[in-house]
């Protein structure tokens, strides 16, 4: 499978307030290798564990961890706001994932506690902002 973070667009999903909502996505990395995350209402907290990379030799799958990249709610983390936008940097040896030739990442991202009905997205690097004109400001 090959992941052209140019022609991806968002993933989108649907969260509860109070549930605890999973859902596994493919995301393409953005230019400089981030992932970024938009919620719309309320604040939510958002775990993400990575279970594999595209490369872009070869543009094959490498399965890994799981391995957590993301948990907002431990220090000094806190829930993402409303219309407020998170990037993290999933390649990194921190993370067992070299820090180069990545075209996309899997991983489980699960939203929690969560104060409003909302949709989250998971979008390369600056891929939110293109799309804002779907969300209500």
């Not at 969260?15 to 970024?36: L, S």
């Amino acid at each position: 499978m090959k992941i052209d973070s140019g022609g991806a667009g968002p993933f989108f999903w649907g969260i509860t307030a109070g549930r605890t909502v999973p859902n596994q996505v493919t995301v393409p990395v953005g230019d400089d290798g981030k992932v970024e995350f938009y919620n719309h209402s309320g604040t939510v907290g958002l775990i993400a564990d990575i279970s594999g990379y595209y490369s872009a030799t070869g543009a094959k799958f490498v399965p890994t961890g799981p391995t957590r990249v993301l948990d907002t709610r431990e220090a000094p983390g806190k829930p993402l706001g409303e219309h407020k936008e998170l990037d993290i940097q999933p390649n990194s040896w921190k993370h067992g994932i070299p820090p180069f030739g990545v075209t996309g990442v899997t991983m489980n991202v699960t939203a929690t506690n969560g104060t409003a009905g909302s949709h989250l997205s998971a979008a390369p690097s600056s891929g939110c902002e293109r799309y804002q004109g779907m969300w209500p400001q």
